[in-house]
């Protein structure tokens, strides 16, 4: 008699290879978690050095693409199967900064490469969505610059919030309550996606609580990153629950 095996096909290994700020403490815990409900999925990390963010030519100069490369090649020695930029910078220096710079990861690397900005105006473009209720942690004039990038493109951000802070590692230490406080009062402008738009705010974690209470969905960019990253690899996101319903949009 012969004996049949009976075997579980096991999932593709996926590797995730994230760029992240140096000073940021958010990102990488909350990366970790939301992916932790999939099977075979792993998630790597590669940093370069930003510690402040401001529209003078020191503070720019961090994001020089040279330094992003760098930081990119390590993490195709572990072979990842795409890396995602999860940093906002794009916003305020131009939404073609990092059109330009997937293109070069993918050149130095031959790993192909989103962004969190990339994957959040897909995601926007996905749906259709044209009215913003924009919060970060960043100085006006960068918010300032946010709005008028989306503006050229045809989005209105009908609603905006900042905290005024230039240092980067400051950013984590803004309370989820007081996002919470701030997305309240944004509410009667009826935007029609909330996006926290800054992966050192721990914020992506409030998506739930955020759909559930007032109907409208959030787009944190650390999550953005996650999703463009999954779509890229050819991986179900559909799997991560309770952080939003960007995730089970294709």
Not at 36 to 55: C, M, Q
Not at 223 to 235: D, E, N, Q, V, Y
Request: aromatic fraction near 8%; charged fraction near 20%; glycine fraction near 6%.
């Amino acid at each position: 008699m012969s004996k049949c095996s009976t075997t579980t096909e096991k999932p593709r290994p996926i590797r995730l290879g994230v760029l992240t700020p140096s000073s940021n403490t958010a990102l990488e815990p909350l990366t970790s978690s939301i992916v932790a409900t999939l099977p075979g999925v792993s998630v790597h990390y590669s940093r370069f050095k930003v510690t402040e963010i401001a529209l003078d030519a020191r503070a720019l100069g961090q994001f020089n693409d040279e330094h992003i490369l760098a930081a990119a090649e390590l993490l195709a020695d572990a072979n990842v199967d795409v890396i995602g930029w999860s940093g906002t910078a794009a916003g305020w220096m131009g939404f073609e900064k990092d059109r330009l710079l997937v293109q070069r990861i993918q050149e130095r690397t031959g790993i192909p490469a989103t962004t969190a900005i990339l994957a959040l105006n897909e995601l926007l473009a996905l749906k259709d969505i044209r009215r913003l209720a924009l919060l970060s942690p960043y100085t006006e004039d960068v918010q300032q610059r946010i709005i008028e990038n989306y503006q050229r493109v045809g989005i209105d951000v009908v609603a905006s919030s900042h905290e005024s802070i230039r240092v980067n590692f400051d950013f984590s230490g803004v309370e989820p309550d007081t996002l919470l406080d701030r997305m309240s009062s944004m509410v009667p402008a009826r935007p029609e996606a909330f996006v926290t738009y800054c992966t050192n705010l721990r914020a992506a974690q409030l998506a739930q609580y955020v759909e559930e209470h007032w109907g409208i969905p959030l787009l944190d960019t650390v999550s953005t990153t996650i999703w463009g990253m999954l779509r890229m690899a050819g991986a179900d996101s559909g799997g991560i629950k309770g952080w939003g319903v960007l995730y089970e949009w294709r």
